[in-house]
Nanobody
Framework: QVQLVESGGGLVQAGGSLRLSCAAS??????MGWYRQAPGKQRELVAS???????TYVDSVKGRFTISRVNAAKTVYLQMSSLKPEDTAVYFC??????????WGRGTQVTVSS
């Protein structure tokens, strides 16, 4: 059974930094990443990383967020810097197995105060 457990959310002032972590278990994952959902908005892909290390980012976080993973530990990280109030959202860890099945964590709240 696939499980994804996020940690690292919290409250931070604008301009600050946070690091999110997600520990996965139960399968082998080709793609791992982070989505976020702000109140009243659709869930959006923030960043993803393949097992080979190829990364993608939504334009609004490029240059501020960095995604990384440790394949052996099945862990993915999201280093968030220069945070803005518009980054406030629930952040969900995401992972795709080798057979194409998608799984999600329960989410962790990130709140950026102005």
């Amino acid at each position: 059974q696939v499980q994804l457990v996020e940690s690292g959310g919290g409250l931070v002032q604008a301009g600050g930094s946070l690091r999110l972590s997600c520990a996965a278990s139960g399968s082998i994952f080709t793609i791992m990443g982070w989505y976020r959902q702000a109140p009243g908005k659709q869930r959006e892909l923030v960043a993803s990383i393949t097992v080979g290390g190829t990364t993608t980012y939504v334009d609004s976080v490029k240059g501020r967020f960095t995604i990384s993973r440790v394949n052996a530990a099945k862990t993915v990280y999201l280093q968030m810097s220069s945070l803005k109030p518009e980054d406030t959202a629930v952040y969900f860890c995401y992972a795709r197995t080798v057979v194409g099945r998608d799984s999600w964590g329960r989410g962790t709240q990130v709140t950026v105060s102005s």
